[in-house]
Each structure stands twice: as C-alpha cells, then as structure tokens.
T-cell receptor, first 111, second 114 residues
C-alpha cells in the first residue's frame, strides 16, 4: 500500500515563527503536492513538484515555500507564520494513473 | 484554466434513499475526472475516476458517476445511501502535461438521517 506520512497531526505556532511541514511518501512517486483545506473553499493547491529540486507554484503560493531535496520528501515552509495560515494542510503524491494518495493532514493553528 | 463547480454545499438524505451529487467542470480538452470522499477525521480516498471510454464508471462503496460531455458534468450517484456515507465529497479535474495538477471543487457535505 502507498503510504504518505506527515510529520505532525496537530501543530500550534506563534505569529512570526518559521514553520516546517514534512511529507514523506514510500512509493517512489515523482509528483508531490501540498494543499490547504478550509471550510467552504475545498482543497487549494499551494505548491507541487514533479521531480527532485523542481517546484511549481500552485494557486495560492504566497507566504509559502517548498523544498524537495530527495524524491520521497517534500517540505512546506511558512517563512513567517500568520494567523491567516491557520488551516489543515494536506500532502499528496500520485502514481502514473494520476491517482492521488493523501497523507492524514496537519492541522496548523497560528496564534 | 480548468475549474470545477459543486453547486451543492450541503445535502441531507434519508438512509436508503438515492443520492446524486452534482459536479460541473470547465476544461478545454477531454478531462480526467475524479471523485474523492473525506470521512470525518479521515484523509481523502478515491471513489472513482474517468479518463475515457464508457461514460458510466463504477467506483468503490457502491458509487457510480456518469460523464456527460454535452453538459460538462460528472455527477456522482448511489442508489441507496447508508449512514456510513455521511462525509464530504470532492470532485476534481486534472490537466495533463509536464506540470499536471488536480483542481478540486469546494466540496459537498452529505448528511444522512436515520
């Protein structure tokens, strides 16, 4: 079974802190994605990567950056967390049939 | 750019009743379409997908969806809903190419009454 894991299920950070969200997949997928999920807005794509060291902006990249140094790991970075970044963050990867496999999510609260 | 519209934010059905969740997409070429389900406190799970061929696709948990190009729709159906189907349902479309990505609708929350 494909497994996508995220480093934390719940995270509480203070405004201005630098935040790292880690995602690891174990199926050698080339494509990985970061979304945020907010009530009434569905899933919105922040960044994605289709190869190591490659990254593409999604629909809402402002305030975020990413890192992909190894194929299995895709990190989302909030350089200076703000309260409007309080959200559920979902990582995903996909196989050659475009089926996305999601991690369990990280619920981030910024106070 | 592709987009997905799920016009129903919240739907309530009685257990045993039939269900149809609406999804409309906007995409220039032949779309690849998906339905995902997210149960409370759970991650997203793929229900079914359409790439080409038969326009009626079967998925897991007794769900099916029909692709109608003329209406730009990909509605999800189930003949008889179970209480365990209460969840949020997301329709999604993909653009294929070098930098492929999924675009999700805003979701429909299904409530099932006993």
């Amino acid at each position: 079974d494909v497994k996508v894991t995220q480093s934390s299920r719940y995270l509480v950070k203070r405004t201005g802190e630098k935040v790292f969200l880690e995602c690891v997949q174990d199926m050698d997928h080339e494509n990985m994605f970061w979304y945020r999920q907010d009530p009434g807005l569905g899933l919105r794509l922040i960044y994605f990567s289709y190869d190591v060291k490659m990254k593409e902006k999604g629909d809402i990249p402002e305030g975020y950056s990413v890192s992909r140094e190894k194929k299995e790991r895709f990190s989302l970075i909030l350089e200076s967390a703000s309260t409007n970044q309080t959200s559920m963050y979902l990582c995903a990867s996909w196989d050659l049939s475009y089926e996305q496999y999601f991690g369990p999510g990280t619920r981030l609260t910024v106070t | 750019a592709q987009s997905v519209t799920q016009p129903d934010i919240h739907i309530t059905v009685s257990e045993g009743a039939s269900l149809e969740l609406r999804c409309n997409y906007s995409y220039g070429a032949t779309p690849y379409l998906f339905w995902y389900v997210q149960s409370p406190g759970q991650g997203l799970q793929l229900l079914l997908k359409y790439f080409s061929g038969d326009t009626l696709v079967q998925g897991i948990k007794g769900f099916e969806a029909e692709f109608k190009r003329s209406q730009s729709s990909f509605n999800l159906r189930k003949p008889s809903v179970h209480w365990s189907d209460a969840a949020e349902y997301f329709c999604a479309v993909i653009n294929t190419g070098t930098a492929s990505k999924l675009t999700f609708g805003t979701g429909t929350r299904l409530q099932v009454t006993l």
